[in-house]
């Protein structure tokens, strides 16, 4: 099995509803993102062109919530919600096959962050 990552930043802002904290308050992040899908090769050689997983990423994910309030998107925008958000919206249009969506981590700073796999 062959795991293949990409990783990709955005920025956007959110502020935590039911929450009694801090982060209660509007603020922002530079978010940092790793998509990984795991296969096996294609005819070509690939488990997925690099290319093509920065384009779906890029289409379906970063366009909607680069410099986004994310509140807006999702509603309670928990790094771990927005990492299953990203889950669900990119494990269609990856998986294949040969491959599949195996692992979202999403970073909200360089020292905090979530893994999302999805349950076999």
Same mark, same amino acid.
């Given at each position: 099995? +062959? +795991?293949?990552?990409?990783?990709? =930043?955005? &920025?956007?802002?959110?502020?935590?509803?039911? +929450?009694?904290?801090?982060?209660? *308050?509007? /603020?922002?992040?530079?978010?940092? %993102?790793?998509? @990984?899908?795991?296969?096996? !090769?294609?005819?070509?050689?690939?488990?997925? &062109?690099?290319?093509? #997983?920065?384009?779906?990423?890029?289409? $379906?994910? %970063?366009?909607?919530?680069? /410099? =986004?309030?994310?509140? $807006?998107?999702?509603?309670? !925008? @928990?790094?771990?919600?927005?990492? *299953?958000?990203?889950?669900?919206?990119?494990?269609? #249009?990856?998986?294949?096959?040969?491959?599949?969506?195996?692992?979202?981590?999403?970073? $909200?700073? !360089?020292?905090?962050?979530?893994?999302?796999?999805?349950? $076999?």
């Amino acid at each position: 099995m +062959y +795991y293949v990552t990409k990783e990709f =930043s955005f &920025d956007a802002a959110h502020n935590l509803i039911r +929450y009694h904290g801090k982060c209660e *308050k509007l /603020h922002g992040h530079t978010y940092k %993102l790793r998509v @990984t899908v795991a296969g096996k !090769p294609d005819s070509e050689g690939m488990v997925i &062109d690099f290319i093509e #997983l920065k384009e779906v990423v890029r289409n $379906e994910i %970063l366009r909607h919530l680069d /410099h =986004s309030y994310i509140n $807006e998107i999702i509603e309670q !925008p @928990t790094a771990e919600n927005i990492a *299953k958000w990203i889950f669900d919206r990119l494990k269609h #249009l990856i998986n294949d096959e040969h491959r599949k969506l195996h692992e979202i981590t999403l970073w $909200e700073t !360089p020292t905090s962050f979530v893994r999302y796999l999805e349950e $076999e």
